[in-house]
């Protein structure tokens, strides 16, 4: 983030996975990273007096059908949300 022009993170970053991957401010434990499992990394940096904040959750591995259909169920809801307030296209299956 520094290299890129911010000044400080906007708050601390989040890195969680398993079960904690679900909750909005998860913190930190000693649960290791594993194949198959669904990891949150929610970061942030100021810059000229702006706040950002990234979200981003990826999938460890082969997913399985069921976190296929997770993931369709809210790149679905995303794209309702946003075509409500700006119209967007549609996304590439």
């Given at each position: 983030?520094?290299?890129?022009?911010?000044?400080?993170p906007?708050?601390?970053?989040?890195?969680?996975?398993?079960?904690?991957?679900?909750?909005?401010?998860?913190?930190?434990?000693s649960?290791?990273?594993?194949?198959?499992?669904?990891?949150?990394?929610?970061?942030?940096?100021?810059?000229?007096?702006?706040?950002?904040?990234?979200?981003?959750?990826?999938?460890?591995?082969r997913?399985t059908s069921?976190?296929?259909?997770?993931?369709?169920?809210?790149l679905?809801?995303?794209w309702?949300?946003?075509?409500?307030?700006?119209?967007?296209?549609?996304?590439?299956?």
């Amino acid at each position: 983030m520094r290299r890129l022009g911010g000044q400080k993170p906007s708050f601390e970053t989040i890195v969680a996975t398993a079960s904690h991957s679900a909750l909005p401010h998860a913190h930190p434990t000693s649960e290791p990273i594993r194949n198959n499992q669904l990891l949150l990394i929610d970061m942030g940096t100021t810059q000229a007096g702006y706040t950002s904040d990234m979200t981003r959750t990826v999938f460890m591995g082969r997913p399985t059908s069921t976190i296929k259909r997770l993931y369709a169920s809210v790149l679905r809801a995303q794209w309702k949300a946003s075509r409500r307030f700006a119209p967007v296209s549609r996304p590439v299956k």
